[in-house]
């Protein structure tokens, strides 16, 4: 068996809020181990922390406890939940990704510029930054007329296709997906799945959230229960 | 990363100061007024480092100290203790350590100030272009042609109409003073940029095409940046990574979208939550 490219141990998140001077569990620690190629599936119940569990791993959230050991592609292992940011930041830039439902852009940007922009920012060609967001929209349908226009104008699902080009464009080992497939038609959600399928035969590692448990069904490799920590117990 | 700024335990007391300064003092007394002698307490044991290319941003309200500590860096304003290391093409300057003139020199050549109130960052008694070639002047470049070509080409790049370069910066809009501002601070390919509140009081049209030809700039020059603002919007839009002070302090620090997703420290929740 391959090395995993991550190992997650006893993630949990919690958040101390000072103004009620209130503990809110979030997510009662997970475990697992994930190699390449394969998806991971966080299921459980709405309010069951799923969310807050991939934002730990992103370190948007600090995590309260335990590790999330990933295996970088110069085969150093990086505890995700205490890297420096420094470190934290090459990474997200360079070998981990996530996708959100929500797209969070520059409202002044083209669509085109809006997907090749992680690209550009790794120092990738304009030339070859472009091409390779093109090849995405095309691959998620989004008509070639819309490329020039600001996402901002864009119905919410082709703004999360959009959303989604972008992550798949820029690519990396490890692929952090919440809900990519939510409030999509069937046809699109299809061609998502196909995209999420081929970059698993590719070797990217992923971790998602479906609400769709026949998305679960087609992509998941292992299941992994979350549960939300009793109020009440200790952080 | 390579690092290009350390800033190391950095202090800053307005008055006579006494022993008693620091430790009465800060966020759990939330003063930064010394009961003993009744010194301002600007910055207090401030410590960062700041990595080439690296964007970082410095929030709190007003009175924290943000602005102070860049002061201090760009030679505004003088530490009470504390050491800057700026790391510049393979030589580290201990930044006040140095003479007035090599501060100077320093100042003009190597780093970059937006201010807030053009003025400050300004000669509105020269014309947009001539304030763009005394910074040239300043870093020897001496033949009034190549000034010349040199100020229109910045100018352009930082949107101001080459028609307006002989134009006194008094007679701009808010908006076009700080795009000279910028185009000053860029002239001389300085790898250290300083921003102190450079979109506050602009229209909000204005204030977006700002910052993305900042963010535009700082990703064709890789220059690094410590951007001072209370503005969410802003550290959210340019930054990567993210300080936050209060009463002197620096009191949490993270990736900028932990800090607005997850503040950890009391005083960091209530500013992200009365974010509108």
Known sequence: MTDPILSVRDLGKGFHIHDRDKHVPAAEGVSFDLGPGRLAALVGPSGAGKSSLLKAIYRTYVPSSGQALYRTAAGDVVDLATAPETAITALRRAEIGFVTQFLHCLPRLSTLDVVARPLLQQGVARAAAHDKAARMLA???????????????????????????????????????DEPTASLDPVSRERVCAMIEAAKAGGVAMVGIFHDMGVVDRLADVRIEVRRKAFGDAA | MTPILDVEALTRIHGPGCPACLEVTGPAHDTNICRHCGSVVAVADASLRLHKGEVLGIMGESGSGKSSLVRMLYFDDKPTSGRAIFHDGGRAHELFALNEAQQLRLRDTRMGMVYQNPALGLNFDISAGGNIAERLLMSDEMSYRAIRAKATALLARTEVPPARMDEL?????????QRVQIARALSTGAPLLFLDEVTTGLDLSVQARILDLILELQEVTGVSMLVVTHDLGVVRHLTTRTIVMKTGRIIEAGLTDQILEDPQAAYTQQLVSSAL
């Open chain 1, 139 to 177: 691959a998620l349908a989004i008509p070639q007329q819309l490329w020039d226009a600001t996402p901002a104008t864009f119905s919410g699902g082709e703004r999360q296709r959009v959303n989604i080009a972008r992550s798949f464009t820029q690519g990396g080992r490890l692929m952090l997906l």
């Open chain 2, 169 to 177: 910066p008094r007679n701009f809009s808010g908006g076009m003073q």
